[in-house]
């Protein structure tokens, strides 16, 4: 066993999920966290709650926040101001990390990226799709965002600005995006139902009903 | 481009790139597995890894393992380095453990 992991060629699909033989890093993540079970780092029953966890954040979470501030201005400017604490004020606890919430008008379109890694609001979108943790996102949003955005099926005039908000692990940036026409009036949940991950990145708008 | 002498390989903002892939997998167990052992290790009363360390790492593997390996494999990676690095495992123990697991071919979803 090599004391440094790097040289390991794989391709670019996941492992086969489950059937077959192990692959070498399947068989590195059973081993190390049985050693550190083992040792008392943590318990089998902390890794079960943390997967646990994990599956039970999704997009919804940051839709309900989108239809709040769409139904409640004083909670939107709040939001705008601190996201954290403004999630906090709705029970919703993101931890250490700072959230900043940008909002789309008629006159700004807001984007988001981790140029550097793959930081994103995961607590209020879930884990980030594999395209926003992948190359050709990466690289381009930040020169292009207009003709990425086209690629997803979304046109930006030319007389609204695009900024590209770049990420890092401790500062993660969510898209408000505009209330669709013709939904004023309407209860939060049925908002929220509008509320998409991918316009929650900035790559989409909501579609008007 | 993309040879930028101090640019490191995961710093790719801004290079030429094709276009982007939208098709997505569901993670694997294994994959959700390594995601938890992150949490697990960077939480705030354990503080075994930090998140910063663990990225660091990633840009240590290097352009060609950087490029050839999956998302959650250069998480493991890292991860695994931090650990042998910290001396909180050690090369044998990884390695004798490792041994098992393969002998066992076992899915050890736990």
Not at chain 1, 114 to 128: A, I, K, M, V
Not at chain 2, 61 to 67: I, K, P, R, V
């Amino acid at each position: 066993m090599a004391s440094h992991v790097h040289d390991q060629a794989h391709d670019h699909r996941p492992p086969p999920d489950e059937d077959g033989p192990l692959s070498y890093y399947e068989t590195m993540e059973i081993a190390v966290r049985e050693i550190l079970i083992e040792k008392g780092v943590f318990g089998a029953d902390d890794v079960r709650a943390a997967i646990e966890a994990m599956d039970a954040r999704s997009p919804a979470k940051g839709a309900e926040v989108v239809a709040r501030a769409w139904t409640d201005p004083a909670f939107k400017d709040a939001l705008l101001v601190d996201g954290s604490a403004a999630c906090a004020s709705i029970g919703i606890e993101l931890g250490p990390l700072r959230l900043i919430a940008v909002e789309n008008t008629a006159t700004v379109h807001n984007v988001i990226v981790c140029t550097l890694c793959s930081c994103y609001p995961r607590n209020l979108l879930g884990l980030p799709p594999d395209w926003y943790k992948a190359k050709a996102y990466r690289s381009r949003v930040v020169r292009e965002p207009r003709a990425v955005l086209r690629e997803f099926g979304t046109e930006v005039p030319d007389d609204v600005t695009v900024r590209v908000h770049d990420s890092t692990a401790d500062m993660r940036y969510i898209v408000v995006p505009r209330q669709p026409a013709g939904t004023e009036g309407w209860e939060p949940e049925r908002l929220a139902a509008l509320v998409t991950r991918d316009c929650m990145i900035g790559v989409t708008v909501p579609k008007t009903p | 481009m993309g040879n930028d002498p101090g640019r490191g390989v995961h710093d790719m903002g801004g290079l030429p790139a094709g276009s982007v892939e939208r098709a997505e997998h569901a993670h694997a167990p294994w994959e959700k597995r390594v995601d938890a052992l992150m949490v697990l290790l960077g939480s705030p009363e354990r503080r075994v890894i930090t998140v910063d360390q663990l990225r660091r790492g990633i840009e240590q593997l290097g352009t060609e393992a950087y490029e050839a390996m999956s998302y959650y494999e250069r998480w493991m990676a890292s991860i695994t380095n931090t650990l042998l690095a910290e001396g909180v495992i050690s090369s044998d123990e990884l390695g004798r453990r490792m041994a098992e697991v393969e002998k066992r071919g076992e899915e050890g979803a736990g």
